[in-house]
């Protein structure tokens, strides 16, 4: 009974920005942690940026001082404004969710396009 749903994504050109945010809806008594995950085409799938209920934050190094993920835990959902966006950010983006439900669990979302154009 839980979804998380991805929006925000797109085509933009380098050095340009966007706002992805991910929406937790369902049967949810507590979200442990939330994050952003991207995988570009031939590669695993890595961590963006993660952000804990109590707002604890770490980010990957290829992003670190260009994207900040931020959340609002009142409407179960989590945000991430990435800045001078580039090439190499290509990917498609998903929404991660450690959550409690009738149990514990971890949620993804659908993914939303992220690309970065020269």
């Known amino acids: 009974q839980v979804q998380l749903v991805e929006s925000g994504g797109g085509l933009v050109q380098a050095g340009g920005s966007l706002r992805l945010s991910c929406a937790a809806s369902?049967?949810?008594?507590?979200?442990?942690?939330m994050g952003w995950y991207r995988q570009a085409p031939g590669k695993e799938r890595e961590l963006v940026a993660g952000?804990?209920?109590?707002?604890?934050?770490n980010y990957a190094d290829s992003v670190t001082g260009r994207f900040t993920i931020s959340r609002d835990n009142r409407k179960n959902t989590v945000y991430l404004q990435m800045n001078s966006l580039k090439p190499e950010d290509t990917a498609v983006y998903y929404c991660n969710a450690d959550l409690v439900s009738l149990r514990r669990n971890t949620y993804w979302g659908q993914g939303t396009q992220v690309t970065v154009s020269s």
């Open positions: 369902g049967t949810i008594f507590s979200i442990n942690a």
């Open positions: 952000i804990t209920s109590g707002g604890s934050t």
